[in-house]
Antibody
C-alpha cells in the first residue's frame, strides 16, 4: 500500500524548534518530488516547502530562512526542520507526494498521496 | 507569487444538483491547475490534475475545465459523499499556491 506517515508534531514555545518526519512506503521514494503543506484550524491549505529528487529545495517567503526540508532516500524519509517558530506556524502539517504526471513531453505536478497530518502547536 | 481566487467561498446544494466552482489565477498558468477535495479531519484528496485530467479512482461526475487564468470544477450530480471543501492549486510555479477553498454544504 502506498502510504505516508508523519510524526514529530507537538507543543513548542515561541522561538523553539521542532523536526517533523514523514515515512514513505509502497513506492520508490527517491523517484518523487516531495512537499510539506500546512493547515491552521479552520483555515485553508498553505504550501510550506518542496524538495526535488536531486535535493533541490523550495520555500515560500513565510518560512524561508526558518524551515529546512530534507530527505533521506535510504530510509524512505522526508523531514522538516522548523526553527524560530511563531504562533502563526500553528497548524496540521501534511507531507505529500508530487505525482509528476507527464504526457507528450510536458509534466504537471499534483499532490497525489498525502499523509494523515501531524499537529504543531506553538504557544507559551 | 501567483494568487488563486475561488468562488464562491461557500455553496449550498442538494443531492442530485449540478454545481460549478470557479478558480481564477492572477496570471496565466496554462493548464497547471489541480483540484482537491477535503473532508473534515482528513487529508486532501486529488480529484483533477492538469486542469481536466481525472485522477484514477475519482468518479466521472467530477469534471475540470479551463486554461490560462480561468478554471472550473463541475460536479454533474451531487452525491452525499461530495459534501466537502474544494481547493484549487496552481503547479505552474513555486510557491504552489492554493485557492482559499469552497465549502459545499447540504441544502
Amino acid at each position: 500500500e502506498v502510504q505516508l506517515v508523519e510524526s514529530g508534531g507537538g507543543l513548542v514555545q515561541p522561538g523553539g524548534s521542532l523536526r517533523l518526519s514523514c515515512a514513505a512506503s509502497g513506492f520508490t521514494f527517491s523517484s518523487y518530488d516531495m512537499h510539506w503543506v500546512r493547515q491552521a484550524t479552520g483555515k485553508g491549505l498553505e504550501w510550506v516547502s518542496a524538495i526535488g529528487t536531486a535535493g533541490d529545495t523550495y520555500y515560500p517567503g513565510s518560512v524561508k530562512g526558518r524551515f529546512t526540508i530534507s530527505r533521506e532516500n535510504a530510509k524512505n524519509s522526508l523531514y522538516l526542520q522548523m526553527n524560530s517558530l511563531r504562533a502563526g506556524d500553528t497548524a496540521v502539517y501534511y507531507c505529500a507526494r508530487d505525482g509528476g504526471y507527464c504526457s507528450g513531453g510536458s509534466c504537471w505536478g499534483a499532490f497525489d498521496i498525502w499523509g494523515q497530518g501531524t499537529r504543531v502547536t506553538v504557544s507559551s | 507569487d501567483i494568487q488563486m481566487t475561488q468562488s464562491p467561498s461557500s455553496l449550498s446544494a442538494s443531492v442530485g444538483d449540478r454545481v460549478t466552482i470557479t478558480c481564477r489565477a492572477s496570471q496565466s498558468i496554462s493548464s497547471y491547475l489541480n483540484w482537491y477535495q477535503q473532508k473534515p479531519g482528513k487529508a486532501p484528496k486529488l480529484l483533477i490534475y492538469a486542469a481536466s485530467s481525472l485522477q484514477s479512482g475519482v468518479p466521472s461526475r467530477f469534471r475540470g475545465s479551463g486554461s490560462g487564468t480561468d478554471f472550473t470544477l463541475t460536479i454533474s450530480s451531487l452525491q452525499p459523499e461530495d459534501f466537502a471543501t474544494y481547493y484549487c492549486q496552481q503547479s505552474y510555479s513555486t510557491p504552489r499556491t492554493f485557492g482559499q477553498g469552497t465549502k459545499l454544504e447540504i441544502k
